[in-house]
Each structure stands twice: as structure tokens, then as C-alpha cells.
């Protein structure tokens, strides 16, 4: 696991993704709990970030539980927490997702946004898919997205510069990204300033490592973590069969 979500990167997270369509994603997993599920009511959101897939299930009238490592990120979560008046179906609590039990059970558990991807080893993967399933009872629904490594190797990493612009400042966030193939990996740089028009009010930097997998690897650590896969769709269209151009692909396993 490396050390990434640091103060100032989870400052501004929220912002850098402020284009992603969350409540999509959300409508999306919605409709596969209601597809694949078995009378859901509780979900475990391993991975919660700032909460931002957490808070739109919450309104869709479920009760979510979100584990984050970052305190950096749980601690906007926490923020976002404090300002929903009425809010009570929603928690969250800091944890590592390859060890974390709650001594509870849900109904599904999510790892959205990557999070799969974070755990590097093989021994990583696989604590952190039977940390869901030691929080699901048979049946239970596992919804989670990865990087698809046939469009990943057919693609390959670019340079990229996003720009993010609110009434007070700008946001310029350089990345860069280097494959390890015979690993699975892919390094990715980010370099982040912060600028009020011509002043530099913050910068920084941090290195994320990311894995990317393929079907059949899937189907084994899904198997070997006690889950039967249902569905792999490409993501976010996800009645769409994946493909060399799919960057993400969702998953959907059941808890057997």
C-alpha cells in the first residue's frame, strides 16, 4: 500500500474531481442493487475517500458505512457530515481495508474509484476483497471498479494537464504516467499547483501506484475471497461489453 491522499491533495480533491458524475455512478449502482441485490439496506463503501459516492447512496435511502486510511480525506468526509442537516444514515470510520472488521454485517460493499487498484500485491488484493466478504452474509452483493489492463496495455499512460478554476484560484494539476508491464502496474505523477492569479499559494507532489487487471486474474482472486462473479461491464456504460478501448471496467460479484 503507498502513502498517498496527503493534506494538500485532499484539500483540493474535491475540486480536481468536481466533473466526475458521482450521482451517475451512484443511479448506476442503484440500479444493480436493485438488478443483483437481495433486499439491500446497508452498504459498506471500503474506500470512502471524501465520501462522494457515499453521500448520494445515502439519499437514495440506503444506510452507508464508509472506511477510509487517509485521515486527510475522512477528515472532509467528516466536514461534509457536520453540514447535512438531518443526516442519519451515513457514518464513517478510519480503517485499512485489507484488516478493518466492524464486527456487523452488510448488505453490499463497494470499492469504487479505483480502489481495488491501490492494493498492490497479490496478498493486498486479496485481504481487501475478504475484508468485504467477511462483511457480507452469503448472497451479499461486492460492486467494484479497476483499470482493465487490455485497453491499459493497448492505450498506454499519457501526459496530462487538467486545469481547475474556481472564483478565488486556479488549480493546475500535471500528471504523468510510466507501466511496469510484468508487474501490473502503472506509476502515476502528480504535481499540483495552487495559483491566485500570477501567486503560488500551494504546491505539491505525490506518486500513485496503480495495478490494473484482467479477466481471468478477476475471476481467481474473486474465487479465492469466496465471491462468484455476476456481471464485468465497462464503466461507466456499463451494459456495454469491455473492450481494448475500456479503460475502467465495473464489477459485480456475489458473496457465496
Same mark, same amino acid.
Given at each position: 500500500?503507498?502513502?498517498?491522499?496527503?493534506?494538500?491533495?485532499?484539500?483540493?480533491?474535491?475540486?480536481?474531481?468536481?466533473?466526475?458524475?458521482?450521482?451517475?455512478?451512484?443511479?448506476?449502482?442503484?440500479?444493480?442493487?436493485?438488478?443483483?441485490?437481495?433486499?439491500?439496506?446497508?452498504?459498506?463503501?471500503?474506500?470512502?475517500?471524501?465520501?462522494?459516492?457515499?453521500?448520494?447512496?445515502?439519499?437514495?435511502?440506503?444506510?452507508?458505512?464508509?472506511?477510509?486510511?487517509?485521515?486527510?480525506?475522512?477528515?472532509?468526509?467528516?466536514?461534509?457530515?457536520?453540514?447535512?442537516?438531518?443526516?442519519?444514515?451515513?457514518?464513517?470510520?478510519?480503517?485499512?481495508?485489507?484488516?478493518?472488521?466492524?464486527?456487523?454485517?452488510?448488505?453490499?460493499?463497494?470499492?469504487?474509484?479505483? &480502489? #481495488?487498484?491501490?492494493?498492490?500485491?497479490?496478498?493486498? +488484493?486479496?485481504?481487501? !476483497?475478504? *475484508?468485504? /466478504?467477511? $462483511?457480507?452474509?452469503?448472497?451479499?452483493?461486492?460492486?467494484?471498479?479497476?483499470?482493465?489492463?487490455?485497453?491499459?496495455?493497448?492505450?498506454?499512460?499519457?501526459?496530462?494537464?487538467?486545469?481547475?478554476?474556481?472564483?478565488?484560484?486556479? &488549480? #493546475?494539476?500535471?500528471?504523468?504516467?510510466?507501466?511496469? +508491464?510484468?508487474?501490473? !502496474?502503472? *506509476?502515476? /505523477?502528480? $504535481?499540483?499547483?495552487?495559483?491566485?492569479?500570477?501567486?503560488?499559494?500551494?504546491?505539491?507532489?505525490?506518486?500513485?501506484?496503480?495495478?490494473?487487471?484482467?479477466?481471468?486474474?478477476?475471476?481467481?482472486?474473486?474465487?479465492?475471497?469466496?465471491?462468484?462473479?455476476?456481471?464485468?461491464?465497462?464503466?461507466?456504460?456499463?451494459?456495454?461489453?469491455?473492450?481494448?478501448?475500456?479503460?475502467?471496467?465495473?464489477?459485480?460479484?456475489?458473496?457465496?
Amino acid at each position: 500500500m503507498n502513502n498517498v491522499f496527503g493534506a494538500e491533495y485532499a484539500g483540493i480533491y474535491n475540486l480536481l474531481y468536481s466533473d466526475k458524475d458521482y450521482s451517475g455512478e451512484c443511479d448506476l449502482i442503484g440500479r444493480l442493487f436493485h438488478q443483483y441485490g437481495n433486499s439491500i439496506s446497508s452498504v459498506l463503501d471500503l474506500g470512502c475517500g471524501t465520501g462522494n459516492h457515499a453521500f448520494p447512496i445515502s439519499r437514495q435511502g440506503y444506510e452507508v458505512v464508509g472506511v477510509e486510511r487517509s485521515e486527510n480525506m475522512l477528515a472532509v468526509a467528516q466536514q461534509k457530515l457536520s453540514r447535512e442537516h438531518g443526516e442519519d444514515r451515513i457514518g464513517f470510520r478510519q480503517g485499512d481495508i485489507r484488516n478493518i472488521r466492524l464486527e456487523r454485517s452488510f448488505d453490499s460493499a463497494l470499492m469504487m474509484f479505483a &480502489v #481495488l487498484g491501490y492494493q498492490i500485491e497479490n496478498a493486498d +488484493v486479496l485481504a481487501a !476483497l475478504r *475484508t468485504a /466478504r467477511a $462483511h457480507l452474509q452469503p448472497g451479499g452483493l461486492l460492486i467494484f471498479d479497476v483499470w482493465y489492463g487490455p485497453a491499459v496495455l493497448r492505450e498506454r499512460p499519457s501526459d496530462r494537464i487538467k486545469i481547475t478554476c474556481t472564483e478565488e484560484e486556479r &488549480v #493546475l494539476r500535471v500528471a504523468s504516467g510510466e507501466l511496469r +508491464v510484468a508487474q501490473q !502496474l502503472c *506509476t502515476v /505523477r502528480y $504535481h499540483i499547483l495552487r495559483l491566485a492569479g500570477e501567486r503560488l499559494l500551494a504546491e505539491t507532489q505525490e506518486t500513485h501506484v496503480m495495478r490494473f487487471f484482467f479477466p481471468m486474474e478477476l475471476d481467481l482472486l474473486l474465487a479465492s475471497s469466496a465471491f462468484t462473479p455476476i456481471r464485468v461491464g465497462a464503466f461507466p456504460q456499463f451494459d456495454r461489453e469491455p473492450d481494448e478501448t475500456t479503460w475502467n471496467i465495473l464489477v459485480v460479484a456475489r458473496a457465496v
